[in-house]
């Protein structure tokens, strides 16, 4: 189980994140949700460990052990994965030794995984990932980048922004895949159709947890109230 | 192959050198057209057909060699040039003189071998004229003693006429620099295509310097000049790219990526664009510092180290 507790996080005077508690377990599917600016990227950056995103205060827990102070790297290997909602660009490095990252790794799983994206790998396994690639396409790499890793959790921001609409079964079909593998699947997003998917959510307003619980009644409250909400986030980041 | 009486030990150095360190076997196939230097003697000659090598070695050294392809001719396999120096000190200058004709396709591959140098200058001078409606790619491989004490200028100067496109790569990415000093300026007439692409790794006490020049003179000609430098310990490196537009519809793009390690590098980039057509328009990038943070932690999030990360974003820089 991953677990935050009492989780702070200021950038300079400004704090951000106001002492927030959530619980993931592995095989089920999370729903982090909230208008934008309300510092839903922020909590998937601090699970992390981003460098600018130490927390202030609290603790972050896996499996019962203290990672707070975990690299970014440690937590790589302590099986934490981040899809990123905008993924970096890199020249001279084809798909194939992007997914591949230095470990032995067979072409055919590759090839499936590049399938389970649509990505056709004839078409994409020696491109660059480079600027060359659409928004959308440079997502679908990096969605395949996240499979291939196996992760025990999944952070997945904003995973539909970017791919065109026919692509959002396709995000469905990841996400259960990762839930079949025995991942958390921890689901940032202000979409209700990738929302409604999940098991849990926890809807946040500005650093908080506003409301947390089975998905369904989250996302109702959220349409119903937060669409028109007067309230202000004053969290400029994101 | 015509290898010259007397210098079948050094082609024969040459040629392991150049296979060892590419996995190229095709050197010594009567079907490759191929050139190879031996410090100032031409000491293998292959032409095919269509195409015309001259050379002549002077007294003082100077080695001359002219290049002539005739028009409509199709070179399929790439024309090989072979320059090393395998003595342990001296001096290298050469002057090639191309002329290539109109509708020919080749592709050149130059490789510079100077593995086994303490200290050398090695200088090559290049002209070359492509003529209409051609397509010709030059990639120029160097290969470095350790030691540092290689001094290699490579100064080419170019006209692409109507139509064609020429294509460069320079790379200096697998062994020590010493010092360089790349030059090429090329000019384009219309509709005329260019892309130029440098790669250097810059180690221990490394000098490098760079200058691109794209001078787009023909309506609707075209350009791209981009350089990667990695300069690490106490590298060096200065790059200038610079572009004229002075036709209608002239396009040109400059970029210069250098990327710094350690705090005893100096490095600097100086682009240069000069509009003299309002209907023209150029373009630049530039970027100098460190690893991009945002790439290295998009690899550590996979669990990759700050070091292996670092090593896997260069590789694909300079690959």
């Known amino acids: 189980m991953l677990e935050l507790r009492d989780i702070k996080y200021s950038k300079g005077d400004n704090e951000i994140i106001k002492g927030i508690n959530m619980k993931f377990e592995e095989g089920n599917v999370y729903c982090i949700i909230g208008n934008n600016g309300v510092g839903k990227s922020t909590i998937g950056y601090i699970i992390m460990g981003l460098s600018d995103y130490r927390p202030s205060q609290g603790n972050i827990f896996l499996d019962g052990k203290d990672i707070t102070e975990l690299s970014l790297t440690e937590r790589a290997k302590s099986g934490i994965s981040l899809l990123w909602q905008e993924p970096a660009r890199f020249d001279g490095i084809t798909v194939e030794n992007y997914l591949k990252l230095n470990r032995d790794m067979k072409k055919e799983e590759i090839e499936e995984t590049l399938k389970l994206v649509n990505l056709e790998p004839s078409r994409y396994m020696r491109r660059y990932v480079d600027k060359k690639l659409s928004g959308g396409e440079r997502k679908k790499v990096e969605l395949a980048s996240c499979i291939l890793l196996k992760p025990k959790y999944v952070i997945m921001d904003e995973p539909d922004s970017g791919i065109d609409i026919m692509s959002l079964d396709m995000i469905v079909k990841v996400i259960n895949h990762f839930k079949k593998m025995g991942s958390a699947v921890i689901v940032i997003t202000h979409r209700k159709e990738i929302a409604i998917n999940c098991g849990y959510s926890y809807l946040i307003c500005a650093g908080k947890v506003f409301l947390d619980g089975e998905s369904k009644k989250i996302v109702s409250y959220y349409e119903k109230t937060c669409d028109n909400c007067g309230h202000v986030n004053y969290l400029e980041e994101e | ?319």
């Open chain 2, 1 to 319: 192959m015509d290898i010259v009486k007397g210098y079948e030990k050094e082609f024969e150095e040459l040629v392991e050198i150049y296979e060892k360190n590419t996995n190229d076997k095709s050197l010594r196939s009567p079907g490759v057209a191929t050139i190879i230097v031996s410090g100032n003697k031409v000491v293998g000659l292959n032409s095919v057909k269509g195409m015309h090598i001259k050379s002549k070695e002077r007294a003082d050294g100077l080695v001359m060699i002219d290049v002539e392809i005739e028009d409509n001719t199709i070179i399929p396999i790439p024309v090989h040039l072979c320059t090393g120096f395998l003595k342990k000190r001296g001096e290298q200058i050469l002057k090639f003189n191309y002329i290539i004709g109109s509708n020919v396709k080749v592709k050149f591959k130059s490789h510079c071998i100077l593995t086994k140098v303490e200290k050398l200058h090695h200088y090559m001078e290049s002209d070359m004229y492509i003529g209409k409606n051609s397509f010709v790619t030059y990639e120029d491989e160097h290969f470095h003693d350790e030691g540092g004490g290689v001094f290699v200028e490579t100064i080419t100067r170019m006209k692409i006429d109507e139509g064609s496109f020429f294509s460069s790569k320079f790379y200096e990415t697998k062994t020590r620099v010493g010092r360089i000093n790349v030059v090429m300026d090329i000019e384009l007439l219309k509709d005329a295509k260019a892309d130029l692409e440098s790669k250097i790794y810059g180690r221990e006490d490394d000098i490098i310097d760079i200058k691109e020049v794209l001078r787009l003179n023909g309506e609707n000609s075209s350009g791209i000049a981009k350089s990667t430098v990695f300069a690490t310990d106490r590298t060096n490196a200065h790059v200038v790219n610079e572009a004229y537009g002075n036709a209608p519809y002239a396009r040109g793009h400059i970029e210069c990526n250098e990327i710094v390690k350690g705090n005893s590098v100096e490095v600097s980039t100086l682009p240069l664009l000069k509009v003299m057509n309002d209907k023209a328009e150029l373009t630049h990038e530039a970027s100098v510092g460190r690893i991009n943070q945002v790439q290295l932690e998009t690899l550590m999030a996979k669990g990759l180290t700050e070091e292996e990360a670092a090593e896997f974003i260069v590789n694909g820089l300079l690959s």
